[in-house]
């Protein structure tokens, strides 16, 4: 089982970026998937996940209004949108998935993790 995550990069602040996190050897259909993010020296954080039904869900307020998740069953991936970046989102994110419907924002309880891409904001 392996989940993929890219799409991440060097960007400039006010850009967006769309990740993306493809899985091998796993139906993600079934599966609530979600996104974190760990900053240098921070402690991972919650950015967003969605349920089977579609239903989504966002954590810190900073990325309310600017991330979007979504999935798309038929290809096995889940995504991220981020629009209007700024320094504060530079960070590794890591894609999820987990078979509790509501995903664990202390990561607690995730199945499967990718590897994480690196995206990198400059102001």
């Known amino acids: 089982v392996q989940l993929q995550a890219s799409g991440g990069g060097l960007v400039q602040a006010g850009g967006s970026l769309k990740l993306s996190c493809a899985a091998s050897g796993l139906t993600l259909g079934a599966y609530t998937l979600g996104w974190f993010r760990q900053a240098p020296g921070k402690e991972r954080e919650f950015v967003a996940a969605i349920r089977p039904s579609g239903y989504a869900t966002y954590g810190a307020d900073s990325v309310k209004g600017r991330f979007t998740i979504s999935r798309d069953n038929a290809r096995n991936t889940q995504y991220l949108q981020m629009n209007s970046l700024n320094a504060g989102d530079t960070a590794v994110y890591y894609c999820?998935?987990?078979?509790?419907?509501?995903?664990?924002?202390?990561?607690?309880?995730?199945?499967?993790w990718g590897k994480g891409t690196q995206v990198t904001v400059s102001s």
């Open positions: 999820a998935a987990t078979i509790i419907s509501t995903m664990p924002v202390s990561g607690e309880g995730v199945n499967f």
